[in-house]
């Protein structure tokens, strides 16, 4: 199994190690210790399952060593030891700074406050779980305790640790958590890249497909334009309803050729057809005399055949795992199957103590998976930490109901606190609850922006996701957005590679960027999404009077433009947005850069639509390769700086792509949008040579567009404007009559109201009579939303 093998790098620098006869601390960087202690005095220098790099740099620290008395002092943290056996009166780390007046003093055994980090399965969860703990903390510290867990040999396997001993990391790196994480990603690994498919949007649906029924469904969703780039088939690809005398259908690798008659066949349409195919595997049972490939894996594995003795499924048996991967899951995929769905249900127990058997399939499915120099990806469930380095995560079968939609938003940003990025949920949920088009619009809109969008839903006849089952009002929502995750793929894309090479995971809770400010950790379901946007999805019901729903949205300092509607708002704020069931609440902060192709190509577009917020100055570096392979590693790509200049005069420069070009259109298209501006003069080069090119402007939603068609990437594009780019304030008349409009209420109120908004009060004495009225608060609300949005611009 030598192949099947992390890349480590576990042994320390001698300099940064502090050792006594039964204790050694690890000094890996000014906030992050490890700590051990071993009554053999004997320890690990092995990688574990969840650390498998300590080759940080050399790190200063100063030592007070004394008969009784260890005192370990970096610029970030005194450690005081008195050298007996780990006990919270022996052993404490003190987090040094301004961080909190008395709680960042930690005690050995103590967990403390932590900011949360994700947790196993949402598996028919109605709402909320509990969390387990992640590296953030407000109070400055948190722990790895790394004592359980396996240690990796130098042929690939794991085993048990030999000595009991206390293996803890110690994270001191009070509130500066992208450092934390970075530092993690270090220790304990980085997340590969996805490929690009995975971006795209996923059908998937646990229901007793025939070849014939899935073919019909792709080339409905072709007719009616809906981009997917990843076909699910669930279980039922393999014989389910088997003898009683093997157990249960549930485990299963056999195609069952009544639905699918020719499986190669019916896999190379898919690809065709655009689409990457993964199948559901439940593997618990292991390999039974009615398997197909049973005959090879029980001569493999000395089974005896006579007595139709199993295949026991065991993560614990190396040659176990050779003839799976060779029998059953080779051949599949040299047929066309991708990626493999690990479904694993079945506990957290196998032969090795300590070892889950989570982990193992989902560390030998993905090493096995990137063996022919493809760049490896497996679907399953999260095993603990270091599941980071394993994407992508299912995060299992939720119950249908606004409780849990309520609570996924959070759940999928708060992961990032132990570096888990890649969730994918069950977008519109998995089971029971009932039919609700509101709620299943709204869970759509989220998993647009979310890390995978995945729509599924369990084996009823009345559970589907399918946009055409759905009133006309919710159908064009969901197209629409659906469409759009595919155009986003460019702006995805390059944040795949953002959390690769700089260890930003995609979606961040708001405290990452603004760990000093209180109200950053009050907007639970409000995320970063990326480099440019700030996203709050609606996870409630329309007010039934207002016709619209809200989400609570804490704006930092600075300004803001709403991505769908044009609104622009002032930073340094709490305010209820109200959005109709088209849109959710999608901000591009001053300076914002958002490349999106409309063509909703999976491969690298020949077209860019660039949305540009003015402002100050920003820079985008959008980043491309082959997509599939792992040449990412050594820098097989090519990058290309879009640069918004501010200063006396407004600049946008698209410069010339860099790397390897072969990877990318020789020739594109650029639609660069420049949103909530006034018309401006504006002249168009490439190179040195000044051109035309088409530029329009729209009142509606205030957005100059300029259009520069065929360009070679090797040129320099600059648009320049005669002046600074101003904003335009918002039309507060307009979109306040819109809303009492569509406002279920009395027409005299609607004057009423109106009149107030039209007069030629303060905005503040507008508010105030707003307030008096004692009018419902969310049209009170839905008002001064507007009425606010751009008081301080």
Known sequence: MKKNQLNTRPNAREENIVQGEKYRFTVLTPQLIRM????????????????????????D??????????????????????????????????????????NSLWHYGEIGDN??????????????????????????????????????????WVMPRKNQQKDIYFFGYGRSYKACLKDFYYLCGKT??????????????????????????????????????????????????????????????????????????FLQWLHENNLKVTLNIHPAEGIRPYEEMY?????????DTENEEPVAMDVTNKAFLEAFFNFVNHPNEEDGVDFWWIDWQQGIYSKIKGLDPLWMLNHYYFLDSGRDGKRPMIFSRYAGPGSHRYPLGFSGDTIT?????????????????????????????????????????????????????????????????????????????????????????????????????????????????????????????????????????????????????????????????????????????????????????VFLKEGGIFPVSENMEIENPKELTITVFPGCS?????????????????????????????????EFVIHKSQGDLKLIPKIRTYKIRFLATSPTETEVWIN????????????????????????????????????????????????????????QISFLQKEQLFQIVKSEKSCSTKVAELLYLGIDSNLQNSIIEVLTSTEKL
């Not at 399952?49 to 050399?58: A, G, K, L, P, T």
Request: with cysteine.
């Open 688 to 743: 040195q040579n000044k051109v035309v090119a088409e530029t329009t402007y729209n009142k509606e939603d205030a957005s100059l567009n300029v259009i520069i068609r065929d360009v070679m990437v090797i040129n320099d594009i600059r648009i320049k404007f005669k002046e600074k780019l101003k904003l335009v304030e918002t039309n507060v008349e307009k979109r306040i009559f819109s809303i009492l409009d569509h406002a």
């Open 192 to 265: 590969p890249m996805l490929p690009r498919f995975a971006l795209g949007n996923w059908w998937s649906r646990y229901y007793r497909y025939s070849e014939e029924d899935y073919k019909r469904l792709i080339l409905r969703f072709a007719e009616e334009k809906i981009p997917f780039s990843v076909a699910v088939i669930d279980m039922d690809w393999h014989l389910v309803d088997i003898d009683e005398k093997y157990g249960s259908g549930w485990t299963g690798f056999t195609w069952n050729r009544n639905l699918f008659p020719n499986p190669k066949e």
């Open 115 to 156: 900011l949360g980090g994700t947790a196993r399965t949402l598996d028919q969860v109605d709402g909320s779980v509990n969390l387990e703990p992640g590296l953030l903390s407000k109070n400055g510290f948190s722990i790895l305790n790394d004592s359980e867990s396996l240690l990796l040999t130098e042929d690939g």
């Open 618 to 650: 920003n820079q985008f570096e959008l980043y491309e390769d082959d997509n599939t392979t792992i040449g990412y590693k050594t820098g097989e790509s090519v990058k290309t700086l879009l640069e918004l200049i501010e200063n006396e005069f407004t």
């Open 401 to 585: 109901t606004w409780e849990s939609l309520e609570f996924q938003p959070y759940f999928t940003s708060t992961a990032s606190n132990i570096g888990y990025g890649w969730w994918s949920h069950d977008i519109g949920g998995h089971m029971m609850g009932m039919k609700d088009d509101e709620l299943a619009v709204r869970w759509l809109q989220f998993g647009v922006f979310s890390p995978i969008m995945r729509f599924h839903s369990s084996n009823s006849e009345f559970n589907r996701k399918e946009p055409w089952k759905y009133s006309l009002e919710i159908r064009e929502v969901m197209n629409r957005f659906l469409r759009l995750r595919h155009e986003m793929i460019p702006y995805l894309y390059t944040m795949n590679y953002r959390n690769y090479a700089y260890d930003e995971p995609l979606i961040q809770p708001m405290y990452y960027s603004y760990p000093k400010v209180e109200s950053a950790y009050e907007v639970k379901n409000q995320y970063m999404f990326g480099s440019e946007c700030i996203v709050a999805p609606i996870t409630s019901r329309t007010n039934r009077e207002l016709k619209m729903a809200s989400a609570n949205v804490w704006f930092p300092d600075g300004k803001y433009v709403d991505y769908f509607t044009g609104l622009v708002y002032s930073g340094n704020r709490h305010l209820k947005c109200y959005r109709d069931i088209n849109s959710i609440p």
């Open 36 to 59: 051990e202690y071993s009554e053999t005095g004997v320890f690990e220098n092995r990688a574990s399952q969840i650390v498998i790099n300590r080759d940080f740099e050399q790190c």
């Open 61 to 102: 620290y100063r030592i007070i060593d004394q008969d009784d008395n260890l005192v370990i002092i970096t610029s970030n943290l005194r450690v005081m030891y008195n050298k007996q056996e780990f006990s919270a009166y022996g052993l404490s780390v003190q987090v040094l700074g301004n961080i909190s007046i008395y």
């Open 295 to 303: 005959p090879d894996m029980a001569n493999a594995l000395n089974v």
